[in-house]
């Protein structure tokens, strides 16, 4: 981490030294918090602020502050003390750091998630804000040993995303039809689909997000039927989103066409087969997204709608995305924080090899690594190690890829052979693998799937269980 900082302050210090002498009385410094989150092992912890170079003059910094499943002054406090939700932090001339302290108030009990973001909003001499203005400060001070869970993701509909903290075992469900749009929080301008319901969107030639726009059936996502130039990267790679960056020159932000994909089904499927993406079609939007300052604008319509709606999407540093609802017309909750989940179980728009390439194709029974906060995955087959002998010592590093489908669909089959070999829709446990997973905090946990479908055969019952690797 110390590395990181001081790698990003020379960045922000070669650019600034590229000025003429002429320049060099008005150069703005760079500020940064010295770590990203701080787990609190101590009843008192200072929090720590650097300067790239020793301040011009005395000042101040004026520090945001989210609060998850705590209260300042009942399970915290701070020093200088929160107030309005800031903290305003005073420093002197000449100094090349600052800090405050954080004191902890209350312990956080066995499976509770407790922290709080402190994000650097100004400061009152010329500075520039560096890469790590945000810290979150963690309650929880031990990762779970480990536990066998149920993911509830709603039976042969799958209608639930489920996200899934190893360290601390929570489990958190999300109606998938709930957004459509997530926006990056990140220093890039990126939004993503919903990769759960089959949606799809094609960029246009215009800019004018009043101009009357038209249903192209060729963008409906049927299996191995769509294009992969409208729908985001499967890996999770946000250089190849469908929605191109967005940028800060607003004529090169063009209207798209937007397929809202499928609801789940309402008729039960027969037993073995999933109705995920089996309901009615959620319809169709035309959206423009255009940057805010350090935000995003959306304008969205109907189709043949002449006129529109516009909202303002604030990036929120403590999360991978905000989300949006073009049905709801609103921001709507759905990731936890970008540091308490690990795992995210879902359906999934992937890509399959037919006759012409590669095509969408829609997989029910899916998990994804939290690849935005940091977790990674990957498989490991029984002819290498078994579960229960596999250790830390045994963790091969270089197997945790940029890529959050490491598990993916790789947990399960969807057929077995029936009367005379052909072929019937099943669940198939494959009991031959298991899966390595690293958590943001860098955690390592072995975990097993040990179920996917109830009793009488029916998909989208998925358990598992994990054991922490010391």
Same mark, same amino acid.
């Given at each position: 981490?110390?590395?990181?900082?001081?790698?990003?302050?020379?960045?922000?210090?070669?650019?600034? /030294?590229?000025?003429?002498?002429?320049?060099?009385?008005?150069?703005?410094?760079?500020?940064?918090?010295?770590?990203?989150?701080?787990?609190?092992?101590?009843?008192?912890?200072?929090?720590?602020?650097?300067?790239?170079?020793?301040?011009?003059?005395?000042?101040?910094?004026?520090?945001?502050?989210?609060?998850?499943?705590?209260?300042?002054?009942?399970?915290?406090?701070?020093?200088?003390?929160?107030?309005?939700?800031?903290?305003?932090?005073?420093?002197?001339?000449?100094?090349?750091?600052?800090?405050?302290?954080?004191?902890?108030?209350?312990?956080?009990?066995?499976?509770?998630?407790?922290?709080?973001?402190?994000?650097?909003?100004?400061?009152?001499?010329?500075?520039?804000?560096?890469?790590?203005?945000?810290?979150?400060?963690?309650?929880?001070?031990?990762?779970?040993?480990?536990?066998?869970?149920?993911?509830?993701?709603?039976?042969?509909?799958?209608?639930?995303?489920?996200?899934?903290?190893?360290?601390?075992?929570?489990?958190?469900?999300?109606?998938?039809?709930?957004?459509?749009?997530?926006?990056?929080?990140?220093?890039?301008?990126?939004?993503?689909?919903?990769?759960?319901?089959?949606?799809?969107?094609?960029?246009?030639?215009?800019?004018?997000?009043?101009?009357?726009?038209?249903?192209?059936?060729?963008?409906?996502?049927?299996?191995?039927?769509?294009?992969?130039?409208?729908?985001?990267?499967?890996?999770?790679?946000?250089?190849?989103?469908?929605?191109?960056?967005?940028?800060?020159?607003?004529?090169?932000?063009?209207?798209?066409?937007?397929?809202?994909?499928?609801?789940? /089904?309402?008729?039960?499927?027969?037993?073995?087969?999933?109705?995920?993406?089996? /309901?009615?079609?959620?319809?169709?939007?035309?959206?423009?997204?255009?940057?805010?300052?350090?935000?995003?604008?959306?304008?969205?319509?109907?189709?043949?709608?002449?006129?529109?709606?516009?909202?303002?999407?604030?990036?929120?540093?403590?999360?991978?995305?905000?989300?949006?609802?073009?049905?709801?017309?609103?921001?709507?909750?759905?990731?936890?924080?970008?540091?308490?989940?690990?795992?995210?179980?879902?359906?999934?728009?992937?890509?399959?090899?037919?006759?012409?390439?590669?095509?969408?194709?829609?997989?029910?029974?899916?998990?994804?690594?939290?690849?935005?906060?940091?977790?990674?995955?990957?498989?490991?087959?029984?002819?290498?190690?078994?579960?229960?002998?596999?250790?830390?010592?045994?963790?091969?590093?270089?197997?945790?890829?940029?890529?959050?489908?490491?598990?993916?669909?790789?947990?399960?089959?969807?057929?077995?052979?029936?009367?005379?070999?052909?072929?019937?829709?099943?669940?198939?446990?494959?009991?031959?693998?298991?899966?390595?997973?690293?958590?943001?905090?860098?955690?390592?946990?072995?975990?097993?799937?040990?179920? /996917?479908?109830?009793?009488?055969?029916?998909?989208?019952?998925?358990?598992?269980?994990?054991?922490?690797?010391?």
């Amino acid at each position: 981490m110390k590395k990181n900082f001081i790698l990003i302050l020379s960045f922000v210090l070669l650019a600034l /030294g590229a000025c003429s002498s002429d320049d060099e009385v008005a150069q703005a410094n760079a500020v940064a918090f010295a770590a990203t989150s701080v787990n609190l092992s101590a009843e008192t912890t200072p929090i720590e602020i650097k300067f790239a170079s020793p301040t011009a003059s005395a000042g101040s910094l004026t520090l945001t502050v989210t609060e998850t499943a705590v209260a300042s002054g009942t399970d915290f406090s701070t020093t200088p003390a929160v107030a309005a939700n800031t903290v305003v932090v005073p420093f002197d001339k000449g100094v090349s750091s600052v800090s405050f302290s954080f004191k902890k108030l209350k312990e956080a009990i066995e499976g509770q998630v407790k922290n709080v973001v402190f994000t650097i909003q100004s400061i009152t001499i010329n500075s520039v804000i560096s890469e790590n203005k945000s810290i979150q400060v963690n309650f929880n001070e031990t990762a779970s040993l480990g536990s066998a869970l149920a993911a509830e993701v709603g039976g042969s509909f799958e209608q639930n995303q489920v996200y899934v903290d190893l360290s601390s075992g929570k489990m958190t469900n999300v109606l998938r039809t709930s957004w459509d749009l997530g926006f990056y929080s990140g220093l890039d301008f990126k939004v993503v689909i919903n990769n759960s319901v089959k949606m799809s969107v094609k960029q246009t030639t215009s800019t004018n997000i009043d101009e009357v726009q038209v249903e192209d059936e060729a963008m409906v996502i049927n299996q191995g039927n769509g294009s992969v130039t409208q729908i985001d990267d499967p890996s999770g790679d946000l250089a190849k989103t469908a929605i191109a960056t967005i940028s800060a020159t607003e004529s090169d932000n063009k209207v798209y066409v937007v397929n809202l994909g499928s609801n789940p /089904g309402t008729t039960e499927p027969a037993v073995g087969a999933e109705g995920s993406a089996s /309901g009615t079609s959620r319809g169709w939007k035309k959206i423009r997204i255009l940057r805010s300052g350090n935000d995003y604008k959306i304008q969205y319509a109907d189709l043949a709608a002449t006129t529109h709606q516009e909202v303002v999407v604030t990036k929120n540093a403590a999360y991978n995305f905000t989300f949006f609802s073009l049905l709801d017309k609103k921001t709507v909750s759905v990731e936890p924080q970008k540091a308490q989940w690990d795992i995210n179980f879902t359906t999934f728009t992937n890509t399959t090899q037919n006759p012409t390439g590669l095509a969408p194709y829609h997989f029910a029974d899916f998990v994804l690594s939290n690849l935005k906060g940091g977790a990674k995955a990957y498989q490991v087959l029984n002819t290498e190690f078994t579960y229960d002998a596999f250790t830390l010592a045994n963790v091969a590093t270089a197997k945790f890829t940029e890529d959050q489908r490491n598990i993916g669909s790789n947990w399960r089959g969807t057929s077995a052979n029936g009367p005379g070999g052909i072929p019937v829709s099943q669940f198939v446990l494959r009991t031959d693998r298991f899966f390595i997973v690293k958590d943001p905090a860098g955690n390592v946990y072995k975990l097993k799937f040990t179920g /996917g479908a109830n009793a009488d055969g029916k998909r989208g019952y998925p358990t598992f269980q994990y054991a922490i690797l010391k």
